[in-house]
């Protein structure tokens, strides 16, 4: 008999969080990762599902093309605020 030890969860793809604005929508890039586009299809930048203890939060990034690194924008409760401040910044 073998010990074998389960050292992570396995990921489940979080369902598309819904916004309350027709302004933007929301186009899976990954598991836990949108793009957010505009009505004219331009991305204003990605929102990210992080698990916090107390619940769900939307990070707000942005992809820095030199460096291919994720720059984060902010943290937010609500995916409405997240998208928000992609679309004002």
């Known amino acids: 008999m073998t010990d074998n030890l389960i050292t992570s969860l396995p ?3 979080y369902a598309t969080p819904r916004l309350s604005s027709s302004r933007e929508h929301l186009v899976r890039a990954a598991d836990h990762l949108w ?3 505009d009505q ?3 991305v204003l930048g990605h929102l990210r599902i992080v698990a916090d203890p107390l619940g769900l939060r939307y990070r707000a990034e942005r992809l820095h093309l030199a460096t291919g690194v994720f720059r984060i924008v902010g943290e937010f409760w609500r995916a409405d605020d997240a998208v ?6």
């Open 11 to 13: 990921e489940v793809p």
């Open 35 to 37: 793009r957010v586009q």
């Open 40 to 42: 004219r299809e331009h």
């Open 84 to 89: 928000a401040v992609l679309r004002y910044s």
